[in-house]
């Protein structure tokens, strides 16, 4: 593993936001974990003056004000102490790990922690540490840190339906509408053809030419075990789903996929084209268990996990 130089405030501002709204783990100077949460970078006069998040050309302007670590939606709520915190940031790349050693948190309201102490100005070497680490490093510490129980996604109060399987579909439809995708329409149960759900999505303001909708079908295959999915129980449904005209084709899943499945995915259209005529996309577990781990989806994470 290889070490960056020593971190000044400096620096860490220019980082800030890689790390900033990342999943942080919390643990004691014992290095026992404790608990999970957010991760922010907050001065304290813009803090005071709005409550809002820096951006980082807010924070190259303001060099000079005291900067806090702030620690947001504790999944347990702790006591004021010195915790350890480790936070890492995805990048196409590289990867990066910040540690903050030993630092005294005030617990500041419900599920919050800030540290005692603004981050030093000159001398950041004893605070942080930071240091690059790779993807499978990367992927072990999301999955340490975040606990995606399919067998038991939650059911809430809120939901279309009494079972999992509908919880997995809610859960689909809130990444999906955080696209701003238009008109999307679940289908009831028992009359499906081939989807659960269809939108549209305009591509105009990406694409000038583009003078109509693009539309998609979505299927969604849930399962307790996360057991297999098979080519045959996918295939009769994709066939199905010819009737209702569509661009794209997204199946999304919690379903275990062996390589000849996702092979076979991929490659459907160049082999059946008569029948398969349309573009298809995959997301599978580990697909949204990455972007469930982003901070911007964490109100949809701990609405159906624990």
Request: aromatic share 12%; hydrophobic share 35%.
């Amino acid at each position: 593993m290889d070490t960056n130089p020593p971190v000044t405030l400096q620096n860490l501002l220019q980082h800030l936001n890689k790390f900033n709204s990342q999943i942080c783990s919390i643990y004691n100077n014992q290095l026992e974990f404790l608990t999970r949460g957010m991760f922010f970078i907050e001065s304290d006069d813009l803090y005071e003056a709005s409550g809002n998040l820096l951006e980082s050309s807010v924070v190259f302007q303001n060099n000079n004000s005291n900067h806090y670590v702030i620690i947001k939606n504790l999944h347990n709520e702790i006591i004021s102490d010195s915790y350890i915190i480790h936070i890492m940031s995805p990048g196409v790349n590289n990867f990066l790990k910040l540690t903050v050693n030993e630092a005294y948190f005030d617990s500041t309201g419900s599920k919050t922690l800030t540290s005692r102490e603004s981050i030093p100005q000159d001398n950041c070497n004893q605070y942080f540490l930071m240091e690059n680490v790779t993807k499978l490093q990367y992927d072990q510490f999301i999955n340490q840190s975040l606990n995606f129980d399919w067998e038991n996604i939650i059911v809430p109060s809120t939901c279309t339906g009494t079972e999992k399987e509908d919880a997995f579909e809610d859960l689909v439809q809130a990444l999906l509408q955080r696209l701003n995708v238009k008109n999307y329409d679940r289908i009831g149960k028992g009359a499906d053809r081939g989807r659960d759900a269809s939108f549209e999505m305009d591509l105009a303001e990406w694409l000038p030419r583009s003078t109509s909708p693009i539309k998609w079908i979505v299927q969604c295959k849930y399962s307790k075990t996360s057991a297999n999915l098979l080519k045959d129980e996918i295939f009769k449904e994709m066939v199905t789903v010819i009737m209702h005209n569509p661009d794209f084709y997204l199946l999304v899943t919690n379903r275990k996929l062996t390589q000849d499945f996702i092979d076979w995915f991929k490659t459907i259209q160049n082999i059946r084209n008569d029948y398969i005529p349309y573009k298809r996309l995959l997301l599978q577990k580990e697909d949204l268990e990455a972007i469930l781990s982003l901070g911007e989806y964490t109100s949809i994470r701990e609405k159906y996990f624990k």
